[in-house]
Antibody, heavy 118, light 107 residues
């Protein structure tokens, strides 16, 4: 059974760093993209970027380039989204999802709520 | 980057109505379009990919059409459990942009 499981909710202060995780199981992890999607409170879905675990090929949305880092450790079938210095505006739900080769997301994680206080 | 524009932003319809949501791309994306449903407080769910292919397990009252720049998601007979926000997403090339969403409510 395909599963995508994210790490738990985080409460941080502005300026702190953070790394959240997304573990895939039940499928050949290296052969499918993993994407990250932001949803700010009461707002729509925003595509942040994707990574291909097989070769770590990474693509970012221009809106998030330089603001976050996407990485992967295929030995433990886990992808990561990290911030070096959080802002209050990073408060949101973050989803990871498995991306099929052509681009759509078929399996989604449960979401990680990140709350950043100033 | 290609922009994705959905219309309407919200709609209210009666149970049993036929509902159509439109998604327009700012440039030709062929059939590289997916539709998702997000119920309140829940994780998004894939409904349709390649503009018109129904994901396994999705009720047949959902259908997708279109190619190039103009796409539609149709719910043939609206049900109470279809209350949700619907998003289109293009994936011809990165960034795989989402539309801004269409909120569907029951009248």
């Amino acid at each position: 059974e395909v599963q995508v499981v994210q790490s738990g909710a985080e409460v941080k202060k502005s300026g702190e760093s953070l790394k959240i995780s997304c573990k895939g199981s039940g499928y050949r992890f290296a052969s499918y993209w993993i994407g990250w999607v932001r949803q700010m409170p009461g707002k729509g879905l925003e595509w942040m970027g994707i990574i291909y675990p097989g070769d770590s090929d990474t693509r970012y949305s221009p809106s998030f380039q330089g603001q976050v880092t996407i990485s992967v450790d295929k030995s433990i079938t886990t992808a990561y989204l990290q911030w070096s210095s959080l802002k209050a505006s990073d408060t949101a739900m973050y989803y990871c999802a498995r991306g099929l080769g052509s681009g759509w997301f078929d399996y989604w994680g449960q979401g990680t709520l990140v709350t950043v206080s100033s | 980057d290609i922009q994705m524009t959905q219309s309407p932003s919200s709609l209210s319809a009666s149970v049993g109505d036929r509902v159509t949501i439109t998604c327009r791309a700012s440039r030709d994306i062929s059939n590289n379009l997916a539709w998702y449903q997000q119920k309140p407080g829940k994780v998004p769910k894939l409904l349709i990919y390649a503009a018109s292919i129904l994901q396994s397990g999705v009720p047949s009252r959902f259908s997708g059409s279109g190619s190039g720049t103009d796409f539609n998601l149709t719910i043939s007979t609206l049900q109470p459990e279809d209350v949700a926000t619907y998003y289109c997403q293009k994936y011809d090339s990165a960034p795989w942009t989402f539309g801004q969403g269409t909120k569907v409510e029951i009248k």
